[in-house]
């Protein structure tokens, strides 16, 4: 039995990866993958792995295995990848051929007493690189591995006070970028905003993040959303003076690319169920004193609908027609 052996970092895993590992599995009986990793990459080394793992669970030709490691400094790339050859040598034992498509091939091969099968080093076939990818994720969409691609969407987030607009904006943003949109969960769970409590507005906070996680999964490189938690933050402190704690992971799974803060200059409509409209303008300016200047710190973008309530007609088309502006101009950095 022929034993061949791929090892890579996988920053990110691509189609470029996909092309070489079944290159390797068409020139041996049974192939092993080797996620490696070491300190201070710029992507997690537990998504990588659950990537490649992902990708051939069922592949019976195919084992995955991760290694952490913490190699010494190399005075030459050559020492390197001596070190490395005899590291997954003592590692992963005997292999018969090693494939890649880098120049280290050549030393990491002979130190694992293996034979170096090079597979398109010019990259003609599948023409990336992880750092192009990295640099310009959206760009290279096409590119990516599948389970690797919602590590890369861009969440934006529609904010603002009550009746502002804020789903209609979601869902046509999504119907226009061909994505999918994450809705709010304050009216499901909280149906009239008078009989709120502290309490319900952790448990929006919680299930709204839980939300956000499912269609980033589902999204087609943006991902659209409906409030977030540092609007329902900013409603409970502007409500009960107090701000829930909530857990590491529902922080993660709100940190945005971008806002689109959605002034209250819409139309007001009251369904019996909403703030009254003095109160919804000062919730209004209690948002932008909370969210905005301190996010505007923070190099987060906003935008602000610059329409006029006297012209009713027109407002939602030139609101929207100017966040698609707004938006074309964020994508372009990636």
Known sequence: MIKGFVIGKFLPFHLGHEALIEYAKDNCDHLTIIVGAMPDEPIPYKYRLKWVLSTYLDDPKVDVFGDIAKPPIFSSDKLKSQWW????LNHFGKFDRVFSS???????AKSMNAENW???KARTIIPVSGTLIRSKPLTCWGYLNNFAK???VKKIAIVGTETTGKTTMAQQLAEHYDTVWCPELGREL???????TIEDLKLVGVEHAKHIIKYTRLSNKLLFIDTDLNITKSYSEFLFNEIPEYPIWVEKANEMHLYIYLMAD???VNDGTRLSKKERNEL??????NICLPKNNMHCIWFANDCNEKNNKNIYKLRFENVIQHIDEFIKQY
């Open 190 to 196: 909280i149906p009239n905003t008078k009989e709120c």
């Open 102 to 108: 880098e120049n280290y091939g050549v030393e990491f």
């Open 118 to 120: 090079v597979f398109n």
């Open 150 to 152: 919602d590590y890369f």
């Open 284 to 289: 209004d300016k209690y948002h932008w004193k």
């Open 85 to 88: 050859g005899k590291h997954c």
């Open 266 to 268: 819409a139309p007001y």
